[in-house]
């Protein structure tokens, strides 16, 4: 019921409308069924005064009771008025439950968007530290797989309310007719409720079980797919396979747990109470010498108020399934938010002078520090290269330059000013980045420059693959600009999809241009072109690249050579 109770506290209008369609449409089934004893009396009257013309026995209080309600609201207690307020009583019933329903539905797929889209929000603003020890498909499991099962929890449990208060309603009538052959029933109802919730236990295990190996296989899932071509390129997709088979395995063993556990709690629940009432008739029949009508109506109320119950625990059953999956996604959200990187209200930068590691230290784990105290200058206009072997720190010197990362001693300076105590925001609008990895989307290349950004034109598209140095083999595309690149690219050469990952990073004119190994992957041909496309920008903008090969080293005004978590400079920039 925590669940529950947590969805009433996150939509509360919402819960309140549905809450009081079910207890209308309660009530008007209440009303119908209240109508059913003085029907089946006044039939069998009708029937026993035209085989014997005698006068049948009196009503019982019940009876009695609705009679006087019908007399003092002006209402004849005949045949077809009595079916008529039992037809009324289900239409305004069915009416109500439709508006209830539907409220559920509506609220079911907002809980789903609502969750995506704080999970979307609180990982967008989280830190890259948060990033670097999160899988890819744990992430995506929590968006596509865990919000769509927490809403249809939301939809299990509200289910659940609805049959809970149709058993209110019936167990209510059933008290007017008999308080102890109610409270009897609804005891021996809890006992064999009590029974059979193992049968619940089992299934919320294996709706935790569930949870766990979803993000497990979706994680693997996602890094096999990113894998696939050197996978194949090896014959060593078989390992994949392996692997992913064992996971999915797992998977159905504790789908076929949940299948097992909700077929025996239906094919137990229906036996026992479909003996409880048949014993309950007996005994009121033959052993107490019940009135007809009054078992009749009993039987019918009592058996619906059980079949309600039983209903409400099936649901609760469903319910638990995605149950640890919402507690799962909220758990992640608060794991984002507590992550929320600050971005400053400082002062806005303008990158007039330089930009400047001072005596800067920092390591990704503690005790063992990536850069050691170094101190470092990146000239306003000029082209600065790093170099030296992985793992010296080149890529953490971006980092800590675009701000994801900070130091634990030391200072980043733009123009002077700790890059702590500027616009973060304002800051990372003037930087164009380029990665290692040509991540282009299976659009078309103006899509794949502005990436949608309605504030860019085609026109800034067409500068910036002019800038880019990509104008000629684009007009020689079939569509143009238009042209679709596949997927990742792959209808384009390395160099292509290269210089389009530039054009997208030039496309908002950039003051600081970034390239992270960006011709890592290029043969020498296209690294030296896109050497001359860099002397090209230089004196436009300011360009910080990483390479292991020439052309950006031999361009570049400043040189620094990393190696042991140092930086010692190599080329320095002509003076003014």
Not at 121 to 127: F, G, I, Q, T, Y
Not at 185 to 195: D, E, F, N, P
Not at 396 to 420: A, S, Y
């Amino acid at each position: 019921m925590r669940l529950m109770l947590s969805f009433f506290r996150a939509y509360p209008w919402h819960s309140v409308l549905m809450l009081l369609a079910l207890l209308f449409a309660g009530i008007a089934e209440g009303v119908g069924l209240s109508a059913l004893l003085p029907l089946i009396s006044v039939a069998i009257k009708n029937d026993a005064r035209a085989a014997t013309d005698t006068n049948a026995e009196p009503p019982g209080e019940y009876e009695q009771a609705v009679l006087d309600v019908m007399h003092q609201l002006g209402i004849s207690p005949t045949i077809g008025v009595l079916l008529i307020i039992i037809v009324a009583g289900v239409t305004i019933k069915s009416l109500l439950l439709l508006v209830a329903r539907k409220q559920v539905g509506y609220t079911a797929a907002q809980v789903a968007t609502d969750l995506r889209l704080d999970m979307l929000s609180a990982m967008l603003r989280s830190k890259w530290e948060y990033f670097i020890h999160q899988p890819i498909g744990s992430l995506t499991n929590r968006l596509a797989t865990e919000a769509q099962r927490s809403s249809n929890s939301f939809v299990y449990g509200a289910t659940m309310i609805t049959y809970l208060v149709q058993a209110f309603i019936y167990g209510g009538v059933a008290i007017a007719v008999s308080w102890k052959a109610t409270l009897t029933t609804l005891a021996i109802g809890s006992v064999i409720i009590g029974i059979s919730h193992f049968l619940v236990r089992m299934t919320r295990r294996a709706g935790k079980k569930q949870t766990k190996l979803f993000t497990s296989l979706l994680a693997r899932l996602t890094d096999t797919l990113q894998s696939v071509k050197p996978l194949k390129a090896m014959s060593k997709e078989h390992l994949a396979d392996k692997v992913l088979a064992m996971e999915t395995s797992r998977l159905n063993k504790s789908f076929r747990k949940q299948v097992f556990s909700s077929a025996a709690l239906n094919a137990a629940q229906e036996e026992m109470f479909a003996i409880v009432v048949a014993g309950g008739m007996f005994i009121a029949l033959v052993k107490l010498n019940m009135p007809f009508p009054t078992v009749t109506v009993l039987a019918v109320v009592l058996g619906k108020m059980l079949s309600q119950l039983g209903k409400v625990q099936k649901q609760y059953q469903k319910m638990v399934v995605g149950e640890s999956a919402f507690w799962s996604i909220k758990a992640a959200i608060e794991e984002a938010r507590q992550a929320e990187e600050y971005l400053g209200e400082g002062a806005r930068p303008k990158l007039e002078k330089s930009i400047r590691l001072d005596h800067v230290t920092f390591g990704y784990d503690p005790g063992r520090p990536v850069l050691r105290d170094i101190s470092l200058e990146i000239p306003q206009g000029c082209l600065t290269t790093l170099t030296g072997p992985s793992g010296s720190g080149k890529t953490t010197v971006i980092d800590l330059v675009i701000g994801l990362l900070k130091p634990q001693n030391g200072h980043v300076l733009i123009d002077n000013t700790p890059l702590d105590k500027l616009d973060m925001r304002a800051w990372r609008r003037m930087i164009g980045y380029v990665p290692q990895e040509t991540l282009l989307l299976h659009a078309s290349i103006v899509h794949n420059v502005t990436l949608g950004d309605p504030e860019l034109s085609e026109e800034d598209a067409i500068r910036a693959l002019k800038e880019a140095g990509a104008r000629d083999f684009i007009a020689q595309l079939p569509d143009g600009i238009h042209s679709t690149v596949g997927e990742r690219g792959t209808k384009l050469s390395g160099g292509q999809r290269q210089r389009i990952m530039i054009a997208r990073a030039l496309v908002h004119k950039p003051r600081l241009l970034i390239l992270d190994e960006a011709t890592s992957a290029l043969d020498p041909e296209n690294e030296a072109a896109i050497g001359r496309t860099m002397e090209a920008l230089r004196g436009k903008l300011t360009i910080l690249a990483i390479s292991h090969q020439t052309a950006l080293v031999e361009a570049a005004d400043c040189v620094y050579r990393m190696e042991n978590g140092s930086a010692v400079k190599v080329r320095e920039a002509d003076a003014g």
